[in-house]
């Protein structure tokens, strides 16, 4: 009679152990599925970079002439994608684009390749007044020994402020970001420059002066960053 019972209880356990077991399948096959699946994304992830690195691989043996022609192709097709109002000047290799250095003020940037370089222009001022050229001179010197990327370039004869900056063709040739990279560093580092040019010419505030504010702009902002 006991073992009847004992009998008729497994039975009555059927079920329970059945679904059991089924639960047991799909957390295992779910577990393998998962697994694959992190097992195909570190393959293509992998690929992707392996494919990455042969590109550049590949990119860095071109001649100077060919690194120049890769650059150039990809300053196009940033301005055609990111909308950005500019006019392209094929032959002399190089491209104007308006944006707002100031508000309500926009002034037109220029990006060219050529001589193994990648070049980023503005002009900052174009007609200041001839009796402050040796305040120009000296903010322009207060601000190059700031400044860690591009040069700030006086040009008297002209009466023409000019803020430049050129980077090797090899930089964006490996790194095809550099050269959005290189247009917004610029771009932030001239209103800078926009900025304490106008302080001069337009408020007659002293270069040190200047400069000082402009650090402790500089300080301020990063302060709220961090």
């Given at each position: 009679?006991?073992?009847?019972?004992?009998?008729?209880?497994?039975?009555?356990?059927?079920?329970?152990?059945?679904?059991?077991?089924?639960?047991?399948?799909?957390?295992?096959?779910?577990?393998?599925?998962?697994?694959?699946?992190?097992?195909k994304a570190r393959i293509k992830h992998a690929h992707r970079r392996f494919q990455h690195?042969?590109?550049?691989?590949?990119?860095?043996?071109?001649?100077?002439?060919?690194?120049?022609?890769?650059?150039?192709?990809?300053?196009?097709?940033?301005?055609r994608r990111a909308e950005w109002h500019h006019g392209v000047y094929e032959t002399e290799k190089y491209i104007e684009t308006k944006f707002e250095i100031s508000e309500n003020n926009l002034v037109n940037y220029c990006y060219?390749?050529?001589?193994?370089?990648?070049?980023?222009?503005?002009?900052?001022?174009?007609?200041?007044?001839?009796?402050?050229?040796?305040?120009?001179f000296i903010l322009a010197t207060h601000l190059n020994n700031l400044l860690t990327t591009g040069v700030v370039i006086v040009n008297a004869q002209k009466g023409v402020i000019e803020y430049y900056l050129k980077t090797e063709i090899l930089i964006p040739n490996l790194y095809p970001g550099e050269v959005q990279a290189l247009i917004i560093k610029h771009f932030n580092i001239s209103k800078d420059i926009y900025w304490a040019?106008?302080?001069?010419?337009?408020?007659?505030?002293?270069?040190?002066l200047i400069i000082a504010d402009l650090l402790k702009t500089r300080n301020e902002e990063g302060t709220q960053k961090s």
């Open positions: 009679m006991s073992d009847q019972n004992d009998f008729s209880h497994f039975f009555s356990l059927l079920p329970a152990l059945y679904f059991l077991v089924v639960i047991y399948n799909k957390v295992n096959t779910m577990k393998l599925k998962e697994k694959l699946s992190n097992r690195y042969l590109k550049r691989a590949v990119r860095i043996t071109y001649s100077i002439t060919k690194q120049e022609q890769y650059v150039w192709k990809e300053l196009k097709n940033l301005q060219s390749v050529y001589d193994g370089f990648y070049h980023c222009r503005v002009n900052i001022n174009e007609d200041y007044p001839v009796e402050l050229t040796t305040q120009i040019f106008n302080q001069l010419i337009f408020h007659d505030e002293e270069p040190a």
